[in-house]
Each structure stands twice: as C-alpha cells, then as structure tokens.
C-alpha cells in the first residue's frame, strides 16, 4: 500500500507527493500513448502509424522482471561483527521509510514534478523531448518510472552487448522503455516504484543506492540526510562523474544549487530556505570506498573466505550457482575468526616482526582442535599491490598457493612430530633409544613406490654431547641424528604416510616428496596447514578440514524466504589413533621443561614443538593446547634460502641466528595467551601406560643446543 508524506513545516517538504494519485487507465493509457507517438516522426520507421499504432505498441515486450538487486556481501567475525563487505556493486537496500523525505522530493523537483500524478508517461515531458528530438537535439523526458526501467535493464544485463542495447540514444529503446514503464505502473504503486529506483540508481563513487551514496558523500544515513544533501546526492543521477562532488566540486554545487531551485519552483521549499541551503558550502564527510576486501579490517582473511565461498556447496552445488549468489549478494557470513584471537595474533607479530622490516616476514595461522574453525590468520605484510610500499604484499602468506597464497616455506624440525606419531602407531614406546652422535650416515630408506634412497648424511644443530637419545630426551633437544634413525626404524614411507594423515600438503599443490630428509622438514607448507594437522593431535585423532565460515544468512534478517545455512564441519574421527595422538601430546609436552621451547609455556598445559630449516632460511613454532593450536613462520620475502635469518636485526632485537624457539616461539606464546584467556584450562589426557614410562630418561645423554 502506498504511503503519502504530507506537507510539513520548517525543513520538511511541503510540495510532496499528493495522496490521491490521478494514473490513467485503459484507453485513455493507450490514447495517450498514440497522442505522443503521433508526434513522432521517428514511430513510422517502428511500423507504428495510423490505427494500427496502439496495437502496435502494446504488442511491444512488457513483461520486464523485477528481480532483487545486487547487494553487498557482509562478513562478519563469529561475534557478529562486521569486518568486510564485498560487492560487485556496492549498495545496501533500504525501505522507503528509511529515507530522507527530502530525497524523493530532490528527485521530483529535478527529474520528474509529475511523478505522482501520471502513468509512467509524462505526456508534455514527452512531446516536448520528441520536438526537439526532431530537431536534432536529444532531449531526455523520461519520467522516473522510465529511469527505473532503464536502471532495471542495465542492472540485469549479463553482456556488453546488453548494457549498450539499455542505454543506447535510440527513439526505438525509448518506445520499448515506455512499454515497460506502463507495464510497471500498472504491477507497483508509487511508492513501491519510487523506492525501486531510490535503491537501483547509481551515485558516483562506486555507490550504487541511495543508502550507500549517504553514507559515501556525508557518512550519514539516508534518513537523516538534509535539504542540501539530498540536492546535491539525487543532482549525480543526470551524470555522476561530471558532477562528482569529491573531484568536481563546482559543477557539483552548481548543480545542486539548480536542484534546490527546482524545490522551490515546486513547492517543496520556500525561497528562504532555499537561498540558506544553497549559501552553504557542499560540507561533505566522506565514508572511503568499501565493496572489497582490499578496504576491509581484514583483506587477506575476506579474500580466503571469498574463495572458499566459491569453492564450497554452501551457496549451491554447481559452480554458476555459486558465482551468481556471490554476485547478487544481500549474504550475511558469519566467519569462525574470533576477534580476541585475531588481535592477540596482529599484535604479537606486530611487537617482533613490526611491518616496516625491510624484507622480513611473519604469518600465523590458528585453528580450533575438533572443528577446524579457523579462529585468525594474521601477517604483519599489509595488503596492497607490487607497485606499492615495501612492506606490502597481496599474497595471503598464511594460506596455499591455490587459496591466494604462498608456495610455501620448508617447516623444518615441526616435521619430526609426524615421525614420533609414526613411531609409536608402529609400536615403538617412548625409551627406543638409539646413540645420537653430532653426526651420522643413514642407508637404506625407501619410499612408498620400493624405491632405495641412496646414502643420507645428516648433522645435528649446535653442539652435541655424542650420547644416547630416547624419544623423549630427542624430542626436548629436537636431536637430528636420532630422527633420522627413528625414521629408518619406522619406514620413511610410513612416516610421510602418518602426516598425510592429519592433513600434511604442500603449499605449491605438488604431490609430497618422499625422500630421506623428510623426517626434517624439507617439504614447503603453509602455516594454516601446520596448524591443522597439529590440531589433529590436540584433539586426539579427530581431524578436520579447515573451515572459515560457521554460516550463511542468503536474504535481509527479517525478510520474508530469508534462510540460513550452516557449514558443514567435514571431521574424521580416528586418523589418527587415541592412544598415538595421546603420546604425540605427551612428548610434545616435554619441550617446555628445558628442551627448545624451554621458557615459551603458557599458563596451562601446552604442546609445542620449534622448526629451524637449513641455515636458517625458515624458522618456525607450532603447538596447541587442548582447544586451540597454531603454527607460526618468519623469513625473508625475498626468499629464505639466499637471505637465511642469519645476523639479522628484526624488530630493534639482532640476532646471531633465528631458531623457531628464539622468534616464532614468542609470537606464538604471546598470540595463545590471548587467545586462551577467556577459554578453560583443559589437560590433555594421561600418557598411554603402552608406550613406557612418560619420564624416562636415556642410559646417556643430554639435550642439544639449538634446533635443526
């Protein structure tokens, strides 16, 4: 039903809409119509003359669809709160009653006086339009309702070819236009078609709606929007680049200035008030761009979740379904980051790697155990493009190189977790012990196709007392001889199979290499994988596939066929077995109690493990406690292998060398301090009595300085 809004006083239009609306009927419609085409000297060349030119013209297209316009897409973190909104075309529909009275009199007083008093043709505009269209000067004419149709036809146009066939200078697009102007006069009330437009209408500066363009030129919304700005924003429809207010503000207030007079003229303001609004200056306020994840709170992490959504069956099972739900929009995602994590994660790689470091880099990635909800994912890189400032960078360092991310880095010594899990699912116990000397040649190893790999030298890091080491004495010492032994004993095929199991891929999408130094960490893998698969032995064997996004709400709140739709958390129960995965935490436990995470717990029980690759091109940190794990790198974006962490100065602190327990290890504990802080103190559970005694130490031997 259609809602009037009366004269007011002071600053409320007082020559608005009228409630009794005269729309003509029936043959006084199509009268009217051949009345104008009459006139026309351009209807012959349409085969629309004599008596045969209303049935001509009525048998014209007129069904036009009025589909749902295109809205934003809203991210939200798992709190409900807003962090990015993307859209091809950025807008936000609104009501009618949700905008300024001033709008829809700015737009009568400049486009069309007679809006609500004719039926979709404004005869006079229209005759008027044609004679000087005959003389060979274009003149528009269109009634708002005709704008609408116009708006709606560029608005669904799938090809070039369609926009230009909408917005061609034509009499022939005209006449279709008209049709099915009369067509929607007859479907929707005034009000219905004035809000149509209000929402459809582009405003310049990427601002599609009137609720958008508020918020772009004066960061208010559309209903408090004043005389002046109402003016100024609806002056943009006739031509929004030349009257950009933020790049042409004379044109802009100029035209303005005439939209105001137009008020007057009909009646909406009196003379006073139009000579105070257009003696004040534009007064803008604008609200930066937005519509992509590139203005966001949190770009790398919109730009994951918007290709997830692509990837995913949330939004429909076929590919184009996916792509049309995202384009249309008006979808609310609730993403799983936790916006306590995400902070703590910023500002722990903020406080040790700071943005403006040269070349340095450090991402995070965080996931809960058992659901495999990503709760942040942070770099201290800022978003931008390789034509900006050092320090910026577009690639989601954090995430695979098919998700927008990196090739990956090699995880060093965090790899020598999936070799313990592989130990002990053979049915090795915790005192397998074997003599670790600073040095030894391992032979022998195959791979899973029965190849024999050929002779492996390999050293440990730092010094070495040449003893005896047991699972849990190597672990505390990330000991290098003793996991290449250990890996021999298990299979190197057995060992890439168990981190295949909880989730271990490579970055670059290549198959795994199975070859002997795998036990070290060789592979190229991204954080969030890390911290996935170590996940998976916080939550004793479950693991899951990564998930950024708890739901999606297709449809405003409230609206009627809204509907929303849960993600699907893809889990498994039993990759790995309870028992190992109970080990696994156990021996993880021990190096914080003087082994290479020795000074990096929490305050309550943590499992952890530090990577150094090779000459410290790539330093890493990954641990969990029962309800959160992470994994943490540093290196040098130029490449770590020719600019290794070695003398370097990062963050005001130099070091000598960059182990995973001297960089990655602190951001890491000071991320899971704040991101535990608010959850409960869970254990793990007790050390499986299968695997020996949880203390043992070896007959001989002590821990390694430093971390291979």
Not at 213 to 228: E, I
Not at 258 to 274: I, K, N
Not at 495 to 515: C, F, K, N, Y
Request: with cysteine; glycine share 12%; hydrophobic share 35%.
């Amino acid at each position: 039903m259609e809602h009037g809004r009366g004269a007011g006083d002071g600053d409320r239009p007082d020559g608005g809409r009228k409630d009794a609306v005269l729309r003509l009927t029936g043959t006084g419609a199509v009268a009217g119509l051949l009345t104008a085409a009459l006139v026309m000297p351009w209807v012959g060349g349409l085969g629309l003359i004599g008596r045969d030119t209303a049935a001509a013209f009525m048998a014209l297209p007129s069904d036009l669809e009025i589909s749902p316009l295109a809205e934003r897409v809203l991210l939200t973190d798992v709190d409900h709160n807003p962090i990015a909104e993307v859209a091809d075309r950025e807008r936000e529909v609104v009501p009618l009653d949700a905008v300024s009275p001033w709008v829809p009199a700015a737009l009568m007083a400049i486009e069309d006086d007679r809006f609500y008093e004719h039926s979709g043709l404004d005869l006079r505009g229209v005759i008027r339009a044609a004679m000087r269209t005959a003389q060979g000067d274009t003149q528009g004419g269109s009634t708002i309702t005709q704008q609408y149709v116009k708006n709606l036809l560029i608005e669904q146009a799938s090809t070039e070819e369609e926009v230009e066939r909408a917005s061609e200078q034509t009499l022939g697009r005209k006449l279709l236009e008209l049709r099915h102007a009369i067509d929607i006069e007859d479907r929707l009330t005034k009000d219905e078609i004035m809000e149509g437009y209000l929402n459809l209408a582009y405003f310049g500066a990427g601002a599609y709606g009137i609720e958008v363009a508020a918020q772009r030129y004066f960061s208010v919304s559309a209903a408090d929007l004043d005389p002046a700005q109402a003016a100024t924003i609806v002056g943009l429809v006739r031509s929004p680049s030349f009257y950009d207010p933020l790049n042409n503000r004379e044109a802009a207030r100029e035209r303005r200035d005439l939209v105001l007079e137009r008020m007057g003229a009909t009646g909406h303001l009196d003379a006073a008030q139009v000579e105070e609004h257009a003696s004040r200056g534009l007064a803008l306020d604008p609200t930066p761009r937005g519509g992509s994840c590139y203005h966001s709170e949190q770009p790398f992490f919109c730009d994951f979740v918007m290709r997830w959504l692509r990837g995913s069956d949330i939004l429909g099972e076929l590919q184009g379904e996916r792509d049309e739900a995202l384009t249309k929009g008006g979808i609310t995602v609730r993403t799983t980051l936790d916006g306590e994590t995400q902070r703590a994660a910023e500002e722990a790689i903020e406080r040790y790697v700071p943005a403006e470091e040269s070349t340095k880099f450090s991402a995070q990635a965080v996931v809960e155990p058992g659901t495999g909800r990503i709760r942040g994912m942070a770099q201290n890189l800022r978003y931008g493009f390789d034509d900006e400032a050092l320090g910026t960078t577009s690639i989601n360092l954090a995430v695979d190189s098919e998700a927008g991310g990196s090739l990956g880095y090699q995880a060093g010594s965090t790899f020598k977790t999936f070799t313990l899990a592989a130990a002990l699912h053979s049915g090795l116990g915790y005192g397998t012990s074997f003599s670790s000397p600073e040095s030894v040649s391992v032979g022998g190893l195959e791979n899973c196709d029965g190849g024999v790999m050929s002779g492996w030298s390999v050293s440990n890091a730092g010094e070495s007392d040449g003893g005896r080491h047991n699972m849990i004495s190597a672990t505390k010492g990330s000991v290098n001889t003793y996991f290449a032994q250990l890996q021999k004993r298990v299979g190197l095929c057995e060992t890439s199979e168990m981190a295949e199991r909880v989730g271990i891929h490579r970055a670059d999408g290549q198959p795994l290499g199975v070859w002997s130094s795998f036990t070290l960490g060789d592979q190229e893998v991204s954080p969030l994988t890390v911290a996935n698969a170590y996940a998976t032995f916080a939550a004793r064997g479950t693991y899951c596939e990564p998930v950024p996004v708890v739901s999606v709400r297709i449809g405003r709140e409230g609206a009627e066929g809204t509907r929303e739709v849960e993600a699907r958390t893809d889990c498994e129960e039993g990759r790995v077995e309870r028992d190992v995965a109970d080990g696994v935490n156990h021996l993880l436990q021990q190096t914080f109690k003087g082994g290479t995470a020795n000074g990096l717990g929490l305050d309550r029980p943590a499992a952890g493990k530090t990577g150094t690759t090779d000459n410290a091109a790539y330093a890493w940190f990954a641990g969990y406690t029962p309800n959160l794990a992470s994994a943490v790198v540093v290196g040098d974006m130029r490449g770590g292998e020719e600019n290794p962490l070695q003398g370097v100065t990062i963050g005001g602190r130099y070091y000598g060398i960059v182990y995973g327990g001297t960089l990655p290890g602190p951001i890491w504990q000071a991320t899971m301090r704040g991101a535990t802080a608010d959850l409960p103190a869970e254990g793990f559970a007790p050390s499986p009595k299968a695997f020996g005694n949880p203390s043992a130490t070896p007959p001989k031997g002590g821990d390694d300085e430093g971390d291979a």
